[in-house]
């Protein structure tokens, strides 16, 4: 008669019960993880939000601060500005011909040379005049060209001007300057325009054009500076960006009375392209910021 052995194993039942538990355990680690990657994402969505409003008021405040009212804004609107920018600063260290100016070398130990970009045709100098006869003055001239030269060539006479670099910059204008000197200040300048407008991907960004440099307005291709923003709303409590002008006594500027400027406020409302969610609906990601900029030079 053959015997029967019985062998260790699970039950039906118990096979069930333990899938169960482990489906109830998948479950919970698959829920824990998606509501961690909610809760990274609105995090991440927020920082970045954050980050875009702070960097358009931040650009925007910078250039306001090297404006000047009489002289370097263009367009007043409340969601543009065209203004000129300063790239940059210099002495004159010689000058090899009649539209020739040479510069102090950028490397001298003076370090009296200094720019964020290269000037190029499309740029200003701007000269300084301060004889004691004359009101002080900054003298405008188109640029030509810029090119770079031996220090011996930007500044063929020898002074204290050319010490300490092997390389300067000679920029060549589209009209002979008056008579110049050594140690003479000038500056470079840009024209632009800031303003929020609507990308192709329906989104909305502050964006930047460059600008011809003298006469009617007339700007080259936008390019994104910061984003993404409220869209544009005639309603000032809503819109993305809003640029609201003043003058000394505290009165609104108008379009046209650049030269009464004396202070702008300003005011971006971010939101990010994506809604999400950690508990309730998604909701899109709002930050807003604001400062106010007096104007140099102002009146």
Known sequence: MRTMIQRPGFTLIEIICVLGIMAISTWLVSATL???QQLYRAVSERVDVQRGVRDGVTILAEEFRGASSADTIRLLSDSA????????????????????????????????TS????????????????????????????????????????????????????SSYVVTLSTPPAALTAGQPVRFIRRGRYSLYKSSDAKWYLGYRRCNAIGPSACGSIQPVSG????????????????????????????????SLARVQITARALSPIAVSIDGAPKSARD??????SLRNRP
């Open 288 to 293: 807003s910021a604001s400062t106010s900029v």
């Open 34 to 36: 998606t509501r961690h």
């Open 115 to 166: 720019w964020l970009a290269v000037p190029d045709t499309g740029d200003l100098l701007l000269i300084y005049r301060g004889e004691s006869s004359t009101p002080a003055t900054w003298e405008r001239y188109r640029i030509r060209a810029v090119a770079s030269r031996a220090v011996s060539t930007a500044c063929p006479i020898p002074s204290a001007f050319r010490n300490g670099g092997s």
């Open 81 to 112: 500005v065209e203004l000129f920018t300063n790239l940059g600063n210099s002495v004159v260290c010689g000058t090899p011909t009649s539209i020739d100016v040479g510069l102090a070398p950028l490397a001298s130990a003076s370090s009296m």
């Open 228 to 259: 993404y923003y409220q869209p544009y709303n005639a309603d000032t409590s809503r819109t993305g960006l809003l640029l609201r002008y003043f003058d000394k006594s505290g009165q609104v500027v108008a379009g046209t009375g650049a030269v």
